[in-house]
């Protein structure tokens, strides 16, 4: 495997990082690579906030996976930060070699960095072998996770 680089993404990277997002069976139903306007703005928006931290990989290959962290103030656990990881993605090519768990290792690492008292995240009922993959890293499945969409 190459050296991989993991560093806060910038505005020339996201046609890469939706193009990973959308590179699934979920992720190609709710995503379009038609026009990347809408995500410029997010981007920008998630740029700007101190509380968002949008990471890329990449090595000599260029942008080969990305995750999103967000740091939450709490109240609960003697007012805790807690980091929240989204959208943990590695390009399709580099899938199965480890990559996954140096990128999530990195945030784990963010997170103790930041002071943060648990690093917590959800994963879609039907990605099986992403929920194992989280168990390896330490992971437990303590809660059931509910979303509505608006």
């Not at 997002?21 to 703005?41: K, N, Q, T, V, W």
């Not at 080969?64 to 939450?72: E, H, M, N, R, S």
Request: hydrophobic share 40%; charged share 30%.
């Amino acid at each position: 495997m190459n050296e991989i680089h993991i560093r806060r993404a910038r505005a020339g990277d996201v046609e890469h990082i939706v193009t990973l997002i959308a590179d699934d069976r979920l992720g190609s139903a709710r995503e379009s690579l038609d026009d990347f306007e809408p995500y410029r703005r997010a981007f920008a928006e998630i740029d700007a906030d101190p509380r968002q931290l949008l990471a890329v990989a990449e090595d000599a290959g260029g942008i080969v996976g990305t995750l999103q962290l967000t740091f939450i103030p709490g109240l609960s656990r003697r007012g805790a930060t807690r980091a929240l990881v989204e959208a943990v993605r590695v390009r399709a090519d580099r899938r199965g070699a480890g990559l996954g768990g140096e990128l999530m290792r990195w945030a784990i690492d963010e997170a103790r960095r930041r002071g943060c008292a648990l690093v917590q995240l959800t994963s879609d009922g039907t990605r099986t072998d992403a929920h194992r993959f989280y168990e390896r890293l330490g992971f437990t499945a303590s809660h059931k996770g509910f979303k509505l969409t608006l």
